[in-house]
């Protein structure tokens, strides 16, 4: 693991704006504020030899430490083309240091800045109303949104942000800073959130005693446990990566095709549908409705999509250890692709999509033709 040089964004400024300003040598700082890309070159003054280059931006695949987190990415240097050093450019290292916030809050479960955003939005708070509600100050929120690390103690209060209960019993029993009109407003706004999670709890009971339970052809030959399903997408949940919920339908129907197609028998019990963008579980919203009820799993807003993410761990001991091999298998296979969208035009290679009519349900035995590759389990 290389060490990281600087332990925050503030100190990387400071330090390289003093590397540039040696008194002795008359080099002024000349840099442009547009963030690199590959390919890009910077003008920049050395601050080894202390030339002003036109410095080619190259990405280096490095493990840093962020705060106690291995982080492994792609990070962007400009490289001097006189001397070879790589050259402390503020611009560029404020990308860098993007990424590993984005990666360490991934890894601590804390909001990203645009969900923070998201979630303020959701309950109608502003900026001020928000900070009063969580007891912080209003600066602190402007700051993590704005791409801030928070403390431990701020990370915990953003996380109890998404759940509404916890802001009521924050409201009736703390933030004295927020007014009375203030405060009923905002009770009234984490109520109306509260509710809307009630629903999906009753829609739930609903929807699991309405799916088949008996075993049939369409159904990969496996009656449908609810329980099994969930403890599958929570493990999932924990080990892809960005768990759009386009990509979980992809995700689900490789765990029952690669399954139905090495022994016989889906993994699920969810019968499957060709929808245009790929094969995707038969009443799939009213699934995933019953799914993510904000206590197991739950939605967290990331880029232009909803990414289902796991509140406790995985209960795997329905499943035999060949079967968790194989989660971990379609896990692996997921990872594989750079985006949902390449996982999803892999999906439209597939025979089972092909040659489905739009709407109706997919034959398990398309399997065998599955492009998956299968997997050596134990
Ligand atoms: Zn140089």
Known sequence: MSSWPFSSRREA????????TKPSIDCRIRTEGRSPSLSEIVRTICDVCCNEVDAPVVAVRETVDVRGVSVTDEFWYPVCPLCGNRIGHAATMDRNFEKMYAAYREARDIPQPDEIVALRRRYGFSQRVFAAVL???????????????????????????????????????????LGERDRERALRAVEQQAARKMDYAVVRLDLLDRLPRVAL?????????????????????????????????????????????DEGVGFTGLRYARADYGPVPDQYDLVMAALVDGATLAYREQGDGRVVVARRGADLSAFSPREVARLDAVAAFANGFAST???????????????TPSGEVIDYAFACDLRMPAAPLP
């Open 341 to 355: 969208a390449e996982l999803s035009a892999y999906s439209h290679e597939e025979r089972a999509w092909l040659e």
């Open 217 to 261: 052809p369409e159904t990969g030959l496996r009656a449908f446990d609810a329980d099994r399903l969930r403890e599958a997408v929570v493990y999932l949940a924990a080990h892809v990566g960005s768990l759009f919920v386009t990509k979980l339908n992809k995700v689900l129907f490789y765990l029952d095709f690669s399954a139905y197609r």
């Open 135 to 177: 007891g912080i100050g209003v600066a602190s929120v402007q700051r993590y949104e704005g791409g801030a690390l928070p403390s431990e103690s701020h990370a915990e209060l953003l996380r109890q942000a998404r759940d509404p209960q916890a802001l009521r019993e924050r409201l009736r029993s703390g933030a004295p800073r």
């Open 13 to 20: 400024r400071k330090r390289c704006a003093s590397r540039f």
